[in-house]
C-alpha cells in the first residue's frame, strides 16, 4: 500500500457512552486532520438504523449505571450484568482465544451493515484509523478500511470482546495501556507484533513534552500539600530533589480534592457528603472540594442545590465548586486545567485511575463494573490508590493519612510506576504507519 500524503495523520473516533472512551480519545485529537474526535454513534448523516443500534446499547449502560444503587434488585440486575462483561481470570495462562456469545451478536450486526456508512466515509482519506473502542475497530477491519487500524484500550485490563472472533488473522494493532492488558491480548490470540506497549494516553497539557516541565512544576506544590507534617519529604528528598527539584515553603492554596463522577451520573451523592463532612474545613480554607459534574445538567443542578442547602453560593468560588460545561471538549479542557491545581482525586476506578501517573493520588470510590475492579487492583498495586473510608467521616480519616504522608507517598508512586507518555507513543506509531 503506497504512504499516504497526510504522514502522521489519522482519524480518531470514539463513542459517546460515558466519558471513557471518548476522554481516552482526547489527547490525541491532534492526530486529526480536523483536529477532533468523531464519535461512531454521532456523527453528522449517521444512518438511523445504526444510531438506533448505538443508542440501546448507550441507554442500557446508563440504566444498569443507575439502577446499581437501587437495594437488593439493582444489585442482583447489576450482577448478571455484569457477568457478561466479565474479565476473566490471568491465571493459569491458557488459551482465551474462544469468542463469546455478546462478541458473536456484535459482529452478526456488523456484517448485516452496521458501521459500514462509517468506515466508507473515512476510507475517502487514505490515513490510519485510531479508535478507542473496540467495535469501531472490527468494523473498519470488516468493511476493508484501506489503511492501519489501532486500537486503543482503556483500562487496566480487559476482557475476550476487545479482541475480534479470529484474532490470530486481525489486522488490528492494538495501544496497550498495561503489561497485563499486552499480556492478556496474547491469550486471546492477537499476534505479538499487532501489540504495542504505549501506555494509557494522558493530556499533553498537563505533562509538557518529554521533559515533563508542566507536570513537575504542578508537582512541587502538590507534594507540599499532601505532606504538612513533611514526615514523607524529609525522608526521601533525595528522590524528591531529583525529580522536581527544591520544594516550596508553601503551596499558596489550599489542600485540593478533586471528585469526579462518571458519564453516567452515578455515585453523585458521595460528592455531597465529602463536601459536608469537610464544611467546617472548607470555611476555614483549609481544603477546596471541586465537584466534576461532567455535561449533565441535571448532575449540575444536583450539586448546585445540594452546595445551596449547604450555605455556599453560586458562582461556587468559596471552597465548594462544581466543574461542568455544555460540551465535551469544553468540560475536558476545564478538567485537565483543574488537575493542574488538584492535590487528590476522589472518583471510581474508571480510565482515571491512570491519571495517577501525573502524581495526583487517587481514593477509589466503589467500582462499578468487571473492568473497575481490575483498574482498582492495578491501582493498589502501583501504590497510588487507596479505597474510600466511609465519606462521612472523611474530616477525620483524611487528614489521619496527610498526617502520615501516605497521599506523597502515593503520589510519589504514580508518577515513578506510571506510564505517563502513552499521548506521544501513541504518535509515534502513527508516524510510522502506512
Known sequence: MPRNASRGKAWVVAVSMGYGHQRTAFPLKDLSPEGKVINANDYEGIPT??????????????????????????????????????????????????????????????????????????????????????????????????????????????????????????????????????????????????????????????????????????????????????RYTSEYGPVIRENFGKLPKSSGRPLTIMFSIGGAGAQKEIGITIVKSLRDDIRAKKVKVILSAGTRQETMNYFADELKQLGFKEPWNDGAEILWAIGLRDYFDKFNEALRTTDILWTKPSELSFYCALGVPIIIAPPIGSQEDFNREWLLKVGAGMDEYDPEYAHEWLFDYLKDGWFAEAAMHGFLEAEKMGAYHIEKLIAKAK
Open 49 to 230: 438504523d445504526d444510531r438506533e443500534i448505538w443508542s440501546s446499547t448507550s441507554h442500557f449502560y446508563e440504566f444498569i449505571s443507575r439502577f446499581k444503587r437501587v437495594p437488593l434488585v439493582g444489585s442482583a440486575v447489576f450482577y448478571l450484568y455484569n457477568r457478561f462483561q466479565r474479565i476473566l481470570t490471568f491465571y493459569p495462562k491458557r488459551d482465551l482465544s474462544r469468542p463469546t456469545e455478546t462478541l458473536k451478536q456484535a459482529f452478526r450486526l456488523i456484517r448485516s451493515g452496521w458501521g459500514k456508512d462509517l468506515i466508507e466515509r473515512l476510507s475517502k482519506k487514505n490515513i490510519p484509523l485510531v479508535t478507542t473502542f473496540f467495535t469501531t475497530a472490527f468494523m473498519a477491519e470488516e468493511w476493508k478500511y484501506p489503511s492501519s487500524i489501532y486500537c486503543v484500550t482503556a483500562d487496566a485490563d480487559i476482557a475476550r470482546g476487545w479482541a475480534p472472533l479470529d484474532p490470530g488473522k486481525t489486522k488490528i494493532h492494538y495501544c496497550a495501556s498495561t503489561d497485563r492488558v499486552f499480556e492478556r491480548l496474547k491469550l486471546y490470540g492477537v499476534k505479538e507484533e499487532n501489540i504495542h506497549l504505549t501506555g494509557y494516553p494522558l493530556p499533553k497539557e498537563n505533562i509538557g513534552g518529554a521533559g515533563m516541565t508542566i507536570l513537575k512544576k504542578d508537582m512541587r506544590p502538590r507534594l507540599v500539600n499532601l505532606d504538612p507534617s513533611g
